[in-house]
């Protein structure tokens, strides 16, 4: 049996015992997560796709640690400019193992797995500003003074004598 989930903007094939590296969850160590975001599950002969999600169908993980991952260097350049930029990033990552695939969220209900599960939702990095704080930081234009035609009425005058 596997499933196709969808966490921090991709998609991983995945079967019960899987390790793989995810986007960052706000989870402990230990931790079991629901992954909810199921887009297909395959159970030998049977198919089930979901359009896009499988309504009941959930992955239950466990978080096995949380880490950055390796450096990735950006370099910019502008040939004969004297222009150089070098920055890094390091990208945070949830290693989890996949404890099973659940078709039915009914088969989750009835006790199947223990009470300590619950849903994560993947930290989000960035945070929006409230309305009032954008509409104070933006600096309003002034008035343009309307254009003036004395030049053009002098200019008639000087021609004319």
Same mark, same amino acid.
Do not use: C, W
């Given at each position: ?27 402990? +160590? ?5 992954? #909810? ?5 395959? #159970? ?24 950055? #991952? ?16 070098? =920055? ?23 006790? +199947? ?9 993947? =930290? ?11 509409? +104070?930081?933006?600096? =309003? =234009? ?20």
């Amino acid at each position: 049996m596997y499933a196709v989930i969808k966490t921090g903007g991709k998609q991983y094939r995945v079967k019960e015992g899987d390790v793989l590296s995810v986007e960052r969850f706000e989870a402990e +160590k230990g931790q079991t997560i629901n992954l #909810d975001k199921v887009l297909l599950i395959e #159970d030998g002969n049977n198919i089930q796709v979901g359009r896009p999600y499988l309504d009941r169908a959930v992955v239950k993980a466990e978080i096995l640690e949380n880490y950055k #991952d390796e450096k990735v260097i950006v370099f910019k350049k502008k040939r004969r400019k004297g222009y150089r930029r070098t =920055k890094g990033h390091r990208q945070l990552l949830t290693k989890i193992k996949i404890t099973g695939i659940y078709p039915e969220a009914a088969a989750v209900e009835e006790g +199947k797995l223990s009470a300590e599960t619950e849903t994560v939702a993947p =930290k989000r990095t960035r945070k929006k500003e409230s309305s009032e704080a954008q509409e +104070k930081s933006v600096p =309003k =234009k002034k008035a343009r003074a309307p254009r003036t035609t004395e030049k053009k009425a002098t200019m008639k005058t000087a021609k004319e004598d």
